[in-house]
């Protein structure tokens, strides 16, 4: 259980007979609270999948005198979910959403300032960038002209490391041509001032390709890939949005939900299932009226637009194509999988934060409520193609690389080497790597969080 004071999040058993919060709820303690809040969370979620308005209206209630953004991690954490929730039930009243919804306007510089601190808060993207950098400059050995497609081109920093590589080179640097895809323009016109200022003062020969495209609209005549070229292609934290291309035009906001287990506390900073507790789920089984049956909850595990995507990659023949994801299950057919699922992992990334970042940190606050939140609240509210973080686990990558014509690189023994050394000097203990079928799991504590994992065409 977390105690007070305690700067971790802990897995948590849930008894049937904890019943219903009392009036006096601000005056539990830390671990009655955390334990209140989980029940609350399921026991609502199951009433919102059954459409149970006024059941769920009250335990949201509930959960919002416990919850509060600024709290212990165990609130922090409730007070998202409780917001995604609440916003999946107005989703009933189209108007008035979108009557709540209509100011709000993410700026681009907020949202390049949100990324940016979740690559300086965790450890998570740096490795990912020190493993695919060495997988590409071990995959382009005495090419001298290297074209890198970025299928999210977000952050410059990885492209700034690889320049120092490159221009280290013995024979010199080669010709390189980096494509940068992104929706927004002005986020490319950064990266490409930033990269094209670097490459002088480097003396590499450089070309900038932006594309301004979302992935799945992606023309890739726009790519430019040119006979001669030595072709890496990087995908970060991207390819799951295309897992909603096949529910386009389909709506459900009311999708039933069941679990299969509640999560079981232990002094791990993490949640935890177990087998023990399996006769606690029937009590947030789901309503007989809450059938999955409907066309919409049909699966996208074997998503058609994924497959001709990945098909059409190989088609270009990369020397390496290196793809990072978040490694959740956060892809469910029904709310409560997902729900239970997203507790789990983004209980983890919320202690991380709590490890490293004091409760009152504006930067903590900035990552929990712009790109956490905004996660958590995508993944419990939305349904179709609204719903575009459909993370999903190593091995279901695995088979569709697979599927589509690509065979596994396993990252080298040197570039895992690095990243060891530098998980080893950062300065908050929990963190872990793990090497899986040739691939990387970046780990806190023992619960996989991002994989990182390197392909090529078997042909």
Same mark, same amino acid.
């Given at each position: 259980?977390?105690?007070?004071?305690?700067?971790s999040?802990?897995?948590?058993?849930?008894?049937?007979?904890?019943?219903?919060?009392?009036?006096?709820?601000?005056?539990?303690?830390?671990?009655?609270?955390?334990?209140?809040?989980?029940?609350?969370?399921?026991?609502?979620?199951?009433?919102v999948?059954?459409?149970?308005?006024?059941?769920?209206?009250?335990?949201?209630?509930?959960?919002?005198?416990?919850?509060?953004?600024?709290?212990?991690?165990?609130?922090?954490?409730?007070?998202? /979910?409780?917001?995604?929730?609440?916003?999946?039930?107005?989703?009933a009243?189209?108007?008035?959403?979108?009557?709540?919804?209509?100011?709000?306007?993410?700026?681009?510089s907020?949202?390049?300032?949100?990324?940016k601190? /979740?690559?300086?808060?965790?450890?998570?993207?740096?490795i990912?960038?020190?493993?695919?950098?060495?997988?590409?400059?071990?995959?382009?050995?005495?090419?001298?002209?290297?074209h890198?497609?970025?299928?999210?081109?977000?952050?410059?920093?990885q492209?700034?490391?690889?320049?120092?590589i490159?221009?280290?080179?013995?024979?010199?640097?080669?010709?390189?041509?980096?494509?940068?895809?992104?929706?927004?323009?002005?986020?490319?016109?950064?990266?490409?001032?930033?990269?094209?200022?670097?490459?002088?003062?480097?003396?590499?020969?450089?070309?900038?390709?932006?594309?301004?495209?979302?992935?799945?609209?992606?023309?890739?005549?726009?790519?430019?890939?040119?006979? &001669?070229?030595?072709?890496?292609?990087i995908?970060?934290?991207?390819?799951?949005?295309?897992?909603?291309?096949?529910?386009?035009?389909?709506?459900?906001?009311?999708?039933?939900?069941?679990?299969?287990?509640?999560?079981?506390?232990?002094?791990?900073?993490?949640?935890?299932?177990?087998?023990?507790?399996?006769?606690?789920?029937?009590?947030?089984?789901?309503?007989?009226d809450?059938?999955?049956?409907?066309?919409?909850?049909?699966?996208t595990?074997?998503?058609?637009?994924m497959?001709?995507?990945?098909?059409?990659?190989?088609?270009?023949?990369?020397?390496?194509?290196?793809?990072?994801?978040?490694?959740?299950?956060?892809?469910?057919?029904?709310?409560?999988?997902?729900?239970?699922?997203?507790?789990?992992?983004?209980?983890?990334?919320?202690?991380?934060?709590?490890?490293?970042?004091?409760?009152?940190?504006?930067?903590?606050?900035?990552?929990?409520?712009?790109?956490? &939140?905004?996660?958590?609240?995508?993944?419990?509210?939305?349904?179709?193609?609204?719903?575009?973080?459909?993370?999903?686990?190593?091995?279901?990558?695995?088979?569709? /690389?697979?599927?589509?014509?690509?065979?596994?690189?396993?990252?080298?023994?040197?570039?895992?080497?690095q990243?060891?050394?530098?998980?080893?000097?950062?300065?908050?203990?929990?963190?872990?790597?793990?090497?899986?079928?040739?691939?990387?799991?970046?780990?806190?504590?023992?619960?996989?969080? /991002?994989s990182?994992?390197?392909?090529?065409?078997?042909?």
């Amino acid at each position: 259980m977390q105690e007070e004071g305690s700067s971790s999040v802990t897995s948590l058993s849930l008894s049937p007979s904890l019943g219903s919060p009392r009036p006096m709820l601000k005056e539990l303690r830390s671990e009655e609270r955390g334990l209140c809040l989980i029940h609350l969370l399921l026991t609502c979620g199951n009433h919102v999948a059954a459409g149970n308005v006024e059941t769920a209206n009250v335990l949201l209630g509930q959960s919002s005198m416990l919850a509060s953004p600024e709290g212990d991690t165990m609130q922090r954490i409730a007070a998202y /979910f409780t917001e995604a929730l609440a916003d999946r039930m107005l989703k009933a009243w189209p108007g008035l959403h979108r009557a709540l919804n209509s100011t709000r306007i993410v700026m681009v510089s907020e949202e390049v300032l949100t990324r940016k601190l /979740f690559y300086e808060i965790f450890p998570f993207m740096k490795i990912a960038f020190v493993l695919t950098n060495q997988a590409i400059i071990e995959a382009m050995q005495g090419e001298k002209m290297i074209h890198i497609i970025d299928l999210n081109a977000v952050e410059s920093a990885q492209w700034l490391a690889l320049f120092q590589i490159l221009s280290a080179r013995p024979e010199g640097p080669p010709h390189l041509r980096i494509t940068g895809v992104h929706h927004k323009k002005e986020i490319l016109d950064q990266i490409a001032y930033r990269l094209v200022e670097e490459a002088e003062k480097l003396d590499i020969p450089f070309q900038f390709n932006p594309v301004v495209s979302k992935l799945e609209s992606l023309d890739f005549e726009k790519l430019r890939v040119k006979t &001669g070229e030595a072709l890496a292609i990087i995908s970060m934290l991207q390819l799951h949005s295309l897992l909603a291309c096949d529910d386009e035009g389909r709506r459900n906001p009311h999708l039933a939900g069941t679990s299969n287990a509640i999560p079981r506390q232990r002094r791990q900073p993490m949640f935890q299932s177990s087998s023990s507790e399996k006769d606690t789920a029937n009590e947030y089984a789901p309503s007989p009226d809450s059938s999955s049956s409907s066309p919409a909850s049909l699966t996208t595990s074997n998503s058609k637009h994924m497959e001709s995507f990945l098909n059409a990659l190989c088609g270009l023949s990369p020397k390496v194509m290196v793809v990072t994801e978040q490694d959740s299950n956060h892809n469910g057919l029904t709310l409560m999988e997902r729900l239970l699922e997203a507790l789990y992992s983004y209980a983890a990334l919320f202690d991380c934060l709590e490890c490293r970042l004091p409760r009152t940190s504006l930067e903590r606050l900035r990552v929990e409520k712009m790109l956490f &939140g905004e996660e958590i609240k995508n993944i419990v509210a939305c349904e179709g193609f609204e719903r575009r973080e459909r993370h999903e686990k190593l091995d279901k990558w695995i088979q569709r /690389f697979y599927l589509a014509g690509f065979g596994n690189m396993p990252l080298s023994y040197f570039g895992m080497l690095q990243a060891k050394r530098f998980l080893q000097s950062y300065r908050c203990d929990g963190y872990k790597m793990r090497e899986e079928n040739g691939c990387v799991l970046i780990c806190w504590q023992d619960r996989p969080l /991002f994989s990182v994992s390197a392909w090529r065409p078997r042909k």
